[in-house]
């Protein structure tokens, strides 16, 4: 039971910092954890909302990984270019790596480039440059239309178009330009955050609208000009802005799909408990799976998903390995702080494996609730790194 296991984490954001330090402190030092990521820095993409509304800077929501070697995990930094599940080798940058076991953590891939004009005329606040160019462009408007734009589903973090439409709104009207610059919101969505169920999605539309921000749901953009700085939708409809933020579309990173983990959803299928793949020894967690709800729909992409399914791998892992511990289950609870601006925040929480359908309940903005979400951002940073 005890001979010395390799274990390899694909993917150094949520999920994977989080399973790999899980899995450093519940096994000794013979056995090793490899962390795979091709990017230096760690960054709490929650914060991008803040960031780009200049509440926030690039360093303060940003850890080198290299500090992830002190706790004894070897970090290989470098861009995964092959998986081959069965023998459970990666490789990276040309080298070589097996393991005992796999934990893909790869995340959702951004795919702006899908969509006709969408770069050259908008800033995808989804990544840590367009979130800058954006708390960037929006100090040189000063009248005029903002659309945020979510172009396709399903994508992460179902509450953060919405956030991000209410912060701009707020930005706007804290720098007395409330009057001259009106938000609107379109999505392809039916509401917000339809998994979250009806009563849940009626009242963030509220917040929204509440705020004069114009909603428009079932508005599935297939093309931007970027010269009229105009939008074209599926259903005929088509709108102009002077300033477009957008939510990119998202798919499997490539090397996933091309190693045949993915299935026809586009996404890594998992047993929804035990973040099982159908190969032996191979974990999915995080944005890159796809676990189908009973109600039909897949379960959002959130990093406190991607957290609580690390917890339970690397649980499960530390007890195949050394008998410590007891197994657990992904129980499908998730819950998330959604900045309303004016130094408020909701809170949506619940259980989304409950049967027929999840179970949410959203509390109502406050500011001890803004504050929670402050010190979960400083929590964060602090615990893992
Ligand atoms: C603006 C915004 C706000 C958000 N707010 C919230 C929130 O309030 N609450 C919440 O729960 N979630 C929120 N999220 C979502 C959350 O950030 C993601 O769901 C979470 O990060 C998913 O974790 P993950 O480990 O699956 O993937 P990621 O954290 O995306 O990590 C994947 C990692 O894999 C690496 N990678 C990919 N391909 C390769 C490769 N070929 N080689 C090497 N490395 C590779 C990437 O560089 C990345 O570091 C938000 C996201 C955004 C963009």
């Known amino acids: 039971m005890n001979k010395a296991k390799t274990i390899l984490v694909l993917g150094g954001g949520i999920g994977g910092v989080v399973a790999a330090s899980r899995l450093r402190k519940g096994l000794s030092r013979e056995h090793r954890v490899v962390l795979i990521e091709r990017e230096p820095d760690y960054v709490f993409a929650p914060s991008f909302l803040w960031l780009m509304t200049g509440l926030r800077q690039r360093e303060k929501i940003s850890r080198p990984l290299s500090k992830l070697h002190k706790q004894g995990i070897e970090l290989v930094q470098g861009t995964i270019e092959r998986i081959d599940p069965d023998t459970h080798t990666v490789w990276v940058d040309g080298r070589e790596l097996v393991g005992d076991y796999l934990i893909i953590a790869l995340g959702a891939e951004l795919a702006p480039e899908t969509i006709p004009g969408l770069a050259r005329a908008g800033h995808n606040f989804y990544s840590l440059e367009g979130a800058e160019a954006l708390r960037d462009a929006r100090l040189g408007l000063r ?185 657990a289950q992904f129980d499908g609870h998730g819950e998330c702080f959604i900045e309303t601006g004016d130094g408020k925040a909701g809170f949506g929480s619940g259980n989304f494996f409950s049967e027929p359908v999840p179970e949410i309940k959203l509390r109502q903005p406050s500011r001890t609730l803004h504050i929670g979400k402050v010190a979960f951002e400083k929590y964060w940073l602090f615990e893992w790194f």
Not at 185 to 209: D, F, I, N, T, W
Not at 210 to 233: L, M, N, S, W
Not at 242 to 254: F, G, T, W
């Open 143 to 327: 009248a005029g239309r903002v659309v945020v734009l979510v172009s396709a589903m399903p994508f992460k973090c179902p509450a953060a178009p919405y956030e991000a439409a209410m912060l701009l709104e707020y930005d706007f009207r804290k720098r007395k330009l409330g009057e001259q610059i009106k938000v609107d919101l379109y999505s392809p969505e039916p509401g917000p955050m339809p998994v979250a169920g009806p009563e849940v999605s009626r009242q963030v539309r509220q917040m929204v609208e509440a705020k004069g921000i114009g909603y428009y749901p079932e508005h599935a953009v297939t093309q931007v000009d970027a010269t009229a700085r105009r939008i074209q939708f599926a259903n005929g409809a088509s709108t102009e802005f002077d300033l477009l933020a957008y939510v990119p579309p998202h798919r499997v990173p490539r090397v996933v799909a091309e190693c045949g983990l993915a299935d026809e959803s586009g996404w890594v299928p998992v047993h929804r408990q035990t973040l099982e793949t159908q190969f032996p020894g191979v974990y999915a967690i995080g944005d890159v799976t796809g676990i189908m709800l009973s109600m039909g729909k897949p379960l959002p992409k959130a990093g406190v998903f991607a957290h609580g399914e690390a917890e339970v791998v690397a649980g499960n892992l530390v007890h195949a390995i050394t008998g410590k511990g007891k197994p």
